[in-house]
């Protein structure tokens, strides 16, 4: 049997005892895993895909495209990559778009040097320069400017850019790792992001799928955590109750698992004991979650009756200038779509 078949089926056994032992020695066996991919925890079929994946392009030279919503690991797995590829002992750089204003975005890139300058330090090394020989990170790649864009294409190409102030070409050997939470091919549609670019990045591209996805992967992660912020805070909660698993498995999880590790952290916080206790907030947001649901089922009770009543009104008449279509304000096949989606049939 493969090992995550094993850990699964493992994990639902420690569950239905109704606690999970955290100190299980069961439970870390399963959590073991090849050295570098020590922080990524899971046991999912999605997530053994990109591990396959990660194991696949690791040793390579090539570019990779990490994508998925926030929250979903691509830091993770960009260090994962990294300490199994061939560029290990040398750096990796981080440079996150978003959080640089775009003016500073192409010195921290690129560096600069300031003809003329007088105090200080003439000369900025940029991150390009600092990652020669190694790998650098570049995250929500999606933010970066269009601009600095084609000067990232051509680093990509030709591995040379000059540093701003300066006409010296400057070589470097980068393996480039990028991520995104947007969807960048929307982007290009929109002319926010080259399509040239795109497909330079796109050479070996691996989706992080989201937590909602691969709940079979909560009941570890939760552990994962807790022993985390056991040791960080210097508390012993070592238990969690089967209720408490399942309010987390049920709640969608938008923030993904950074969402996850922070309502742990809140929890193991406020606990009393030996037994995690899920917090308040968190329930409040679970609550919300479920009240949303409630609306749309609700809004979907009001259009039922509303089409339903006006097809009644107009005797059943859907087409022309008295057609029910045309007061709802929908083409006649959206009408009969949406009856047959209702079960609204001629009484
Ligand atoms: N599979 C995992 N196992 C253990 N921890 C994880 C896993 N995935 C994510 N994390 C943790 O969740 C947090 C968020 O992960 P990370 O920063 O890699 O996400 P991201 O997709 O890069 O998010 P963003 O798009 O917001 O930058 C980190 O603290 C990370 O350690």
């Given at each position: 049997m493969?090992?995550?078949r094993?850990?699964?089926?493992?994990?639902?056994r420690?569950?239905?005892?109704?606690?999970?032992?955290t100190?299980?020695?069961s439970?870390k066996?399963?959590?073991?895993?090849?050295?570098n991919?020590?922080?990524?925890?899971?046991?999912s079929e999605?997530?053994?895909n990109?591990?396959?994946r990660?194991?696949?392009v690791?040793?390579?030279?090539?570019?990779?495209?990490?994508?998925?919503?926030?929250?979903?690991?691509?830091?993770v797995?960009a260090?994962?990559i990294?300490?199994c590829s061939?560029?290990k002992?040398?750096?990796?750089i981080?440079?996150n778009?978003?959080?640089?204003p775009?003016d500073?975005?192409?010195r921290?890139l690129?560096?600069?040097?300031k003809a003329?300058f007088?105090?200080?330090?003439?000369r900025?090394?940029?991150?390009?320069?600092?990652?020669?020989?190694?790998?650098?990170?570049?995250?929500?790649?999606?933010g970066?400017?269009?601009?600095?864009?084609?000067k990232?294409?051509?680093?990509m190409?030709e591995?040379?850019?000059e540093r701003l102030?300066?006409?010296r070409?400057i070589k470097v050997?980068?393996?480039?790792?990028?991520?995104?939470?947007r969807?960048l091919?929307e982007?290009?549609?929109?002319?926010?992001?080259?399509e040239?670019?795109?497909?330079r990045?796109?050479v070996?591209?691996?989706?992080?799928?989201?937590?909602?996805?691969?709940?079979e992967?909560?009941?570890?992660?939760?552990?994962?955590?807790?022993?985390?912020?056991n040791?960080?805070?210097g508390k012993?909660?070592?238990?969690?109750?089967?209720?408490?698993?399942?309010t987390l498995?049920?709640?969608?999880w938008?923030?993904?698992?950074?969402e996850?590790?922070?309502?742990?952290e809140?929890?193991?916080i406020?606990?009393?004991?030996?037994t995690?206790?899920?917090?308040d907030?968190?329930e409040?947001?679970?609550?919300?979650?479920?009240?949303?649901?409630?609306?749309?089922?609700?809004?979907?009770?009001?259009e039922?009756?509303?089409?339903?009543?006006?097809l009644?009104?107009?005797?059943?008449?859907?087409?022309?200038?008295?057609?029910?279509?045309?007061i709802?304000g929908?083409?006649?096949?959206?009408l009969?779509?949406r009856?047959?989606?209702?079960?609204?049939?001629?009484?």
């Open positions: 493969p090992q995550s094993m850990g699964y089926a493992e994990t639902e420690l569950s239905n005892l109704n606690l999970i032992q100190k299980s020695a439970l066996k399963l959590m073991a895993r090849p050295e991919f020590d922080e990524l925890v899971g046991q999605a997530l053994a990109v591990f396959r990660v194991e696949q690791a040793p390579m030279n090539a570019t990779v495209l990490l994508s998925g919503e926030t929250g979903t690991g691509k830091g797995v260090r994962a990294y300490r061939a560029r002992e040398k750096p990796m981080t440079v778009c978003a959080a640089l775009a500073r975005i192409e921290e690129f560096g600069e040097e003329g007088t105090g200080g330090n003439p900025q090394i940029g991150r390009f320069e600092l990652a020669d020989g190694g790998t650098l990170f570049v995250d929500e790649i999606g970066l400017p269009l601009e600095m864009q084609s990232l294409l051509r680093v190409q591995g040379e850019f102030g300066s006409t070409t050997d980068v393996r480039i790792i990028a991520a995104s939470n969807n091919t982007e290009i549609r929109q002319g926010s992001f080259r040239d670019l795109y497909y990045l796109n070996f591209p691996i989706t992080l799928p989201p937590l909602r996805q691969r709940k992967d909560i009941p570890l992660l939760v552990h994962h955590f807790l022993a985390k912020f040791k960080k805070i012993q909660i070592e238990l969690v109750s089967r209720a408490t698993l399942n498995r049920e709640y969608s938008p923030g993904n698992v950074w996850l590790e922070s309502v742990i809140r929890a193991v406020i606990s009393q004991g030996k995690l206790q899920v917090l907030r968190f409040a947001d679970r609550k919300r979650e479920e009240a949303a649901e409630q609306d749309v089922k609700a809004l979907v009770d009001l039922h009756d509303y089409v339903l009543q006006v009644q009104n107009t005797g059943w008449r859907i087409e022309g200038k008295t057609g029910a279509a045309l709802l929908l083409n006649p096949s959206t009969r779509a009856m047959r989606k209702y079960g609204i049939t001629r009484q």
